[in-house]
């Protein structure tokens, strides 16, 4: 079964310092890979995707992300972070046919220290 | 910009009651989508529809309906709330129910069942 694992529950980072958020995925084929923002009592928001070519791929709030098909891997970076950044942070893989389902990573929390 | 709204951010219900919450998006999305999100388990899809008057069980259906009579409007409702489905509800569209693509997310409903 196609399944999205974020093995970090919390990371906590210094502001100014640079951010790698892990994600691994399980599925067979060529995944379309997404990354999703949760700010505070809010709705999600997308940060950026990889459907194909060049497998890395740059979002908004300077996020970039880089598909690693030997790995499995779809690793959230951003070279210095912002104390906004602080948020929980969501993995998301969809496969081709179907309806347009996702399937969401448990979510990593980042906090971001003065 | 896409935007999808939720009729409530906060709800508090009592056990047994009959619980409505509703969605409606701006964007002529063919796609509608509800989620609960529960910490440490991600989001989960509840149900989905790609047509108006069509839907289809997600991966936790039970104890929970829905209803779509018109294109923008997606209702999730709870027949009987109880206290285990005290969670985050979030709504999310996207265009085509063919292809996989971003889903657009609204805020979220936090409700509480006593």
């Known amino acids: 079964a196609q399944s999205v694992t974020q093995p970090d529950i919390h990371i906590t980072v210094s502001e100014g310092a640079s951010l790698e958020l892990r994600c691994n995925y399980s599925?067979?084929?060529?995944?379309?890979l997404f990354w999703y923002v949760q700010s505070p009592g809010q709705g999600l928001q997308l940060l950026l995707k990889?459907?194909?070519?060049?497998?890395l791929v740059q979002g908004i709030k300077g996020f970039e992300a880089e598909f690693k098909r030997s790995q499995s891997s779809f690793n959230l970076r951003k070279p210095s972070v912002h104390w906004s950044d602080a948020a929980e942070y969501f993995c998301?893989?969809?496969?081709?046919?179907?309806?347009?389902?996702?399937?969401f990573g448990a979510g990593t929390r980042l906090a971001v220290h003065p | 910009d896409v935007k999808v709204t939720q009729s409530s951010r906060y709800l508090v219900k009592r056990t047994g009651e009959k619980v409505f919450l509703e969605c409606v998006q701006d964007?002529?999305?063919?796609?509608m989508f509800w989620y609960r999100q529960d910490p440490g388990l991600g989001l989960r899809l509840i149900y989905f529809?790609?047509?108006?008057?069509?839907?289809e069980k997600g991966d936790i259906p039970e104890g929970y309906s829905v209803s779509r009579e018109k294109k923008e409007r997606f209702s999730l409702i709870l027949e009987s709330a109880s206290t285990n489905q005290t969670s985050m509800y979030l709504c999310?569209?996207?265009?085509?129910?063919?292809?996989?693509?971003?889903?657009?997310f609204g805020p979220g409903t936090r409700l509480t069942v006593l």
């Open positions: 964007m002529d999305h063919e796609n």
């Open positions: 990889y459907f194909s070519g060049d497998t």
């Open positions: 998301a893989v969809g496969f081709s046919g179907g309806y347009n389902k996702l399937i």
């Open positions: 529809s790609y047509d108006v008057k069509m839907k």
């Open positions: 999310a569209s996207s265009l085509n129910p063919t292809k996989t693509d971003t889903q657009y």
């Open positions: 599925y067979g084929a060529t995944p379309y």
